[in-house]
Every structure is written in structure tokens, then in C-alpha cells.
């Protein structure tokens, strides 16, 4: 093993499924919140921290884009994890016995159709491997976890039912954070995600989007954020397919400086190859 990767979450969650892709070489460090992983890099306590930033059924992790830029951490790397939940129970258990399964608020209504075809009530838990832990703690044979058929083996479960989301595209996306930023062209594809806030100017981020435009840098993704509680301060992270030594995209950044008060490159990192699946 080569250092330890922080993540949210209980053994054997989803970020945990993302640390395992990501970095097999590294042990996997729990942590209560975001603002925890972060710090346990900050600290030394890790070497790398794993942090979901959007959904594709429900958008953006909360407060990560107001996280990233504060960390003082750069992204080095990305991850995709398709979210398969599992039903998971004690073993020996039937699903004939499942009254009620637990799971995160968000993951409720991703299985709704399965567990309302089963007559399963669903009840809402902190983390769905910590639902995992409590049912393979507490001995209930009427309960079950909604988790990763990794949690299930972590704490002794069996997987009475899987793949029981209602839709079958659920992929988180994640990012590999570091205290040393990696500028290197790792790859013939990289991905350069950075913040701004425009200048107080009218039509400013029309203007400051249209040398991207102009020189054919592909923007992936454009996001607007408040900025400290004001609804005049309005900050935006943006994801852009290209290196910051390519032409086109210097040139892009350049124009983009001259509209902007503030830039800041978070990272520039392979595109995985989970992009185009």
C-alpha cells in the first residue's frame, strides 16, 4: 500500500467502491463529513482525499463547489461509479421477512418501485453502509440495508435482491484530491476544471464564455454558485475538455482573464474513459 485515501462515509460506501477504482493501492480512510476528508489531508493523515461532486439523476453534491476551492487541495484525478444498490439482510433471511429497509434519503427514491412491489417500507438512515453496520449489529431479521454489494461484504450481509434501482444510468462522478497539484499531460484527454467570478460589467460572462467559443475549447459543464450569503456575488466552476498548455486553450483563459476578477485552476486531469460509456 502506498498512503491512505480519505472518503464520507462508513466502510464499504459508495465513495468507498470509488477509492477501491480509483486507487487500489491505497487504504481507505473513513471520515463523518466532506469538511473531515478534507482535513485529514490537510493534516497528514492522509495522502488523497475522494469527493462525489454530481449525480446524474440529481445534480450537484450540495456545498461541494463552495468545499473545492476553500480546500486548498487540487484535483488530480476522476472517477465514475455506477450506483447498483442491493438489498442486503442477515444471512438466511427471505425477502418475505423484509418489512422495512434503510437507507440514505437520496437513495429512497432511486428503489421506490421495488420496494413498494415487495411491500417494503423504506426508512430513511445517515449513510447506507452505516445502515449496513446497525443491521448486521442489532441481529434484525425484519429489516434490511439499501447499500453496495461491497457493504454487504464488509459486514457479513447477504445480497437478497440486487441491482434493484429504478433507473438503470445512476453514476456518481468523483474527484481525487491532492495537496501537491499534477500539471503533467497524463493522457491525450485531459479535463481542466477551474472557479471564476466575472467583473461587475453588463453582459460579462457572455463575453468571458465567448473566447472558449471562438477558440474551440469544448466546456463540459458551467455551474453558477453564491458567493458567501450574497446574491450579488456569484462565483461559477466550469469543467473544459484540454490542457492548460494547449493553444487553444491558453488563448481561451486569456480572453476569459479579461472579464474576470477572479480564476483559479482547480486541477487538470485525465478524462476517464467511464465519459463516454
Sequence with gaps: MSGKIAFQGELGAYSHEACIAARPDHIPLPCATFEDVINAVRSGNADLAMLPVENSTYGRVADMH????????????????????????????????IKVA????????????????????????????????????????????????????????????????????????????????????????????????????????YKAMGGFATNGVNMTKLESYMVGGAFTATQFYADIEGHPDDEHVKLAMEELGFFTDMVRVLGTYPASQSRDM
Design 66 to 97: 463552495r468545499l473545492l476551492p476553500e480546500s486548498g487541495l487540487h484535483i488530480v484525478d476522476e472517477a465514475f461509479v455506477r450506483v447498483r444498490i442491493c438489498l442486503l439482510a442477515l444471512p438466511g433471511v427471505a425477502i418475505e421477512d
Design 102 to 205: 434503510r437507507g440514505h434519503l437520496v437513495i429512497l427514491p432511486q428503489c421506490r418501485g421495488f420496494l413498494d412491489a415487495h411491500n417494503i417500507a423504506g426508512e430513511a438512515a445517515a449513510d447506507n453502509a452505516g445502515a449496513a453496520a446497525d443491521i448486521a449489529n442489532t441481529n434484525d431479521r425484519t429489516s434490511a440495508a439499501l447499500a453496495s454489494e461491497l457493504a454487504g461484504k464488509t459486514y457479513g450481509l447477504d445480497v437478497v435482491a440486487a441491482d434493484i434501482e429504478d433507473q438503470g444510468h445512476n453514476t456518481t462522478r468523483f474527484l481525487v484530491m491532492s495537496p501537491d497539484a499534477d500539471l503533467n499531460r497524463r493522457s491525450d484527454n485531459m479535463i481542466t476544471s477551474f472557479v471564476f467570478q466575472v467583473r461587475n460589467i453588463p453582459a460579462a460572462l
